[in-house]
């Protein structure tokens, strides 16, 4: 069960106003090439002050398609301004649309409703955002139950607050008349500054479709040898980082190739030289980028004298056999990681070593800068996130890195290992978190520079929790809070500072973790904390005993929905709720 609520922060000493617009950007790569539709709408509620909003600056105007349906208060016509006023109940822009990589435009919000809010006003409006497939009918890209990939809220006080169900992101943009012509004027110019790629993990999207959204490629991946784990990419809540990431899963037997070769095994994630591809996501010849990335090899992990490859800049087409550029661990004594060049006479070097151990059992991000030429410059830099500690360092500003009837050189991330020597490997977990890549004079700063926020939850009482959200480093915009974990038959309600869990009579007795997320576009941080709901675990009866009767109850309810038998608040009584609860059988205890 999950539950959204969003709040607004903003630095005490910052002078920026309360924001009125947000430039939106929204990731409909998973969907390009088909043909939907898009809607704008506008709703007051009951005895609402009036307000409008503009949808302005939209691209790619050429993806627009036919004319549109029209409700209520609206004027204008994209790509053009277009005005929505929420002067009757339904005021509604209703667009066919070319999906392509992504689509952007300028929310900006006007009227009393923000200028001089009254006190006789009852509600807020609500401004919201959807995409729709090809018939019009079934929601894209949302995780909302409503459709809406986001909305913004225009509050009682003349604020507004935003919420996102999808790969959009609101940016709020204050004091619009100063700031957005300037802004506008360099995205025109200046496309590269929107060309830097950020991937993180979020908790609610699919790893694959994620990844294949920032990346525009999906993951190589041994699913087909081993579909009995399911994807081998899945994401989960690191203590460390307090936020979700990566999770790379690598396993000695059964995974292979992709099927096609099994002397090894591949799990990675890359970018494409296809026409799909964004320009802005391949190298080409004498094109410099830059990436940075987050990695944490477990505490034990055991690479091979063959190799195992953890990250990897290899040639998308023409000379593509070899890699130009491994990072490597490798087994030795001690083992060590190294860094290791091919150039494209096909001479390996290996360029420099370290040992592997400070690596095992920490958080270390990578910084790599790279030109590509046949007289190339390339540099790493790997640090330890505990203590800024730089545990590997090199440079060199003429290394082949160019092949033979290339056109793309692209970056891998993962676990690509020999199986020569399956005796000396184990099954492996390697985390990977926020993935940034750029390209020309753009960069890629470490989080620890960039603006952010902490998330802190602690228990006050049985069932309520405080709710704190910092801003660090100038973060001043809107953060969305939700929870997820909650048992059946129970609710949960955000207030300012606040959580409060409200269970039932019907609510399954347990011990229950709940995760408190906090995102603001592509910022996330999550933090678990406990819930106890008392009772005896998997007395579905409520008679202060498990034994075959709760078992049968359980059985019953796969028809017949007992918020009591569902142990994992999934909605659904199935057969993983009856192994939950056998388990709670006092030991000898045999049912039939």
Not at 97 to 115: E, I, K, M, N
Not at 175 to 193: D, M, R, V, W, Y
Not at 419 to 435: A, I, N, S, T
Not at 495 to 505: I, R
Request: net charge negative.
């Amino acid at each position: 069960m999950r539950l959204s609520f969003a709040v607004f922060l903003f630095a005490a000493t910052s002078a920026m106003a309360v924001p009125t617009s947000y430039l939106v950007t929204v990731n409909t790569s998973t969907v390009a090439g088909t043909s939907g539709f898009l809607d704008f709408d506008f709703a007051p509620g009951n005895n609402s002050q009036s307000a409008s909003v503009t949808i302005s600056g939209f691209t790619p105007g050429a993806s627009l398609a036919g004319a549109p349906l029209v409700s209520g208060g609206v004027s204008g016509t994209l790509p053009g301004a277009v005005t929505l006023n929420n002067s009757t109940q339904f005021n509604d822009y209703f667009q066919s649309f070319a999906f392509s990589s992504s689509l952007r435009f300028l929310l900006s919000f006007s009227g009393p409703a923000l200028s001089s809010p009254n006190s006789t006003s009852t509600s807020g409006s609500t401004f919201a955002f959807g995409m729709f497939d090809q018939t019009g009918t079934s929601p894209l890209l949302t995780t909302d139950p409503n459709g809406n990939a986001f909305i913004v809220n225009v509050n009682l006080d003349g604020t507004t607050s935003a919420a996102s169900y999808s790969t959009a992101t609101l940016t709020p943009v204050p004091e619009p008349g100063a700031f957005l012509p300037i802004l506008f004027l360099l995205l025109s110019l200046a496309p590269s500054l929107l060309g830097q790629a950020i991937l993180s993990a979020d908790g609610v999207t699919a790893a694959y479709t994620r990844i294949q959204g920032v990346l525009h490629s999906a993951p190589e991946n041994p699913d087909c040898s081993h579909p009995a784990f399911g994807p081998h990419i899945t994401q989960a809540l690191d203590s460390d980082l307090g936020k979700y990431i990566f999770v790379f899963n690598i396993h000695v037997t059964p995974d292979n190739d992709r099927c096609t070769a099994f002397d090894r095994q591949r799990l990675e994630i890359k970018t494409e030289g296809n026409s799909s591809t964004p320009n802005s996501l391949k190298g080409f010849l004498n094109d410099s980028v830059t990436f940075r990335w987050k990695f944490k090899l477990p505490a034990g992990f055991q690479p091979s004298t063959s190799f195992t490859h953890i990250h990897q800049i290899k040639a998308y087409d023409g000379d593509d056999g070899a890699p130009i550029i491994t990072l490597t661990p490798r087994k030795g004594n001690p083992d060590f990681l190294e860094l290791i060049h091919i150039n494209s006479q096909g001479t390996t070097t290996h360029l420099t070593n370290v040992p592997l151990a400070p690596f095992l059992g920490t958080w270390v991000e990578g910084y790599e800068k790279i030109t590509y030429n046949s007289n190339g410059q390339y540099s790493l830099v790997l640090t330890r996130l505990s203590d800024g500690a730089t545990l590997f360092s090199y440079s060199n500003s003429n290394l082949d890195l160019w092949r033979n009837g290339t056109t793309v050189v692209r970056p891998k991330w993962g676990i690509y290992r020999s199986l020569d020597h399956p005796e000396q490997l184990r099954d492996e977990q390697v985390r990977y978190d926020r993935f940034c890549l750029a390209k020309g004079t753009d960069d890629c700063p470490s989080e620890q520079t960039l603006p952010d926020f902490s998330l802190n939850v602690a228990p006050v009482g049985a069932r309520n929790y405080s709710v704190d959200v910092v801003p660090l480093r100038g973060f001043n915009q809107d953060v969305s809070l939700s929870v997820t974990g909650l048992p059946a038959a129970s609710s949960a309600a955000f207030t300012p500072g606040m959580l409060a869990v409200t269970t039932s009579s019907n609510t399954p007795p347990g011990n229950y973790t709940l995760i408190v997320s906090g995102a603001s576009g592509i910022l996330s941080h999550a933090v678990t904390t406990p819930l106890v709901v008392e009772g005896i675990t998997g007395d579905v009866n409520g008679d202060g005993a498990v034994d075959c009767t709760d078992l049968n109850l359980v059985r019953a309810a796969f028809s017949a929905y007992n918020p009591r038998a569902d142990f994992n608040g999934d909605g659904v009584v199935d057969i993983k709720d009856l192994a939950f609860a056998a388990r709670q059988l006092p030991q000898g205890t045999t049912c039939q």
